[in-house]
């Protein structure tokens, strides 16, 4: 159990982790509101899958520093013996696992909502086939390697979600440099 000496780095990594799924959050509403006009259902579903993904990741994250924290100092104590040791390594992987389910579902619903919310911008004029492509592409590589690791366990299995953390990088930025040129050229005219 190497926590103290990791707790600045994972608090750094949860304060960022936080700062990008409520920006993220911001992109998939901007992005619900840019398409409600043209597809309603796919749009409104979309962002709902979006928002529960990305709150979904950020409970992950926080909980791994708050819920470690003690866990680490318990075991850390001078006065722990061998056995309460051995209990609190057990608790630890419990712990583990429940982060890891927050961060399977919430990459799940994220990949959903790239996969709705593309279906949606194939209608858009202002997205069309292109980005919608990319979007639902995105969504499903994303779902694949989700859905990969449940057949790999431990450490393995969060390196192969990482697709989703992959796809996330992608579709981010993009969405969020074409939502931003569309405000621009709404605000022009």
């Known amino acids: 159990m190497r926590f103290p000496a990791n707790r600045a780095a994972l608090a750094m990594s949860t304060i ?7 920006l993220s959050v911001a992109l998939v509403l901007a992005l619900y509101r840019v398409l409600r006009g043209t597809s309603l259902a796919p749009a409104l579903f979309g962002s709902m899958f979006g928002v529960i993904g990305y709150v979904g990741i950020a409970l992950g994250d926080v909980s791994t520093f708050f819920a470690f924290d003690p866990l680490s100092n318990l075991y850390h104590d001078p006065a722990a013996t061998p056995e309460a040791q051995a209990t609190v390594v057990l608790l630890w992987q419990a712990t583990q696992g429940i982060t890891y389910t927050f961060a399977f579902i919430g990459s799940l619903f994220m990949m ?3 996969i709705v919310l593309g ?3 194939l209608r858009a004029p202002a ?3 292109r980005f919608g492509g990319v ?3 995105l969504g499903v590589i ?3 390697g989700v859905v990969a690791s449940l057949f790999v366990t431990g450490e393995t299995g969060m390196q192969v979600m990482g697709v989703a953390a992959f796809a996330n990088i992608i579709f981010l930025p993009l969405f ?3 939502v931003y040129r569309l405000s621009r050229a709404t605000n022009k005219s």
Request: net charge positive; hydrophobic share 65%; proline share 0%.
């Open 127 to 129: 997205f069309g086939r």
């Open 119 to 121: 279906v949606a911008m």
């Open 112 to 114: 959903m909502c790239f």
């Open 16 to 22: 960022l982790c936080m700062a990008t799924a409520f």
């Open 135 to 137: 979007s639902i592409v």
């Open 176 to 178: 969020g440099w074409k």
């Open 142 to 144: 994303g779902v694949v």
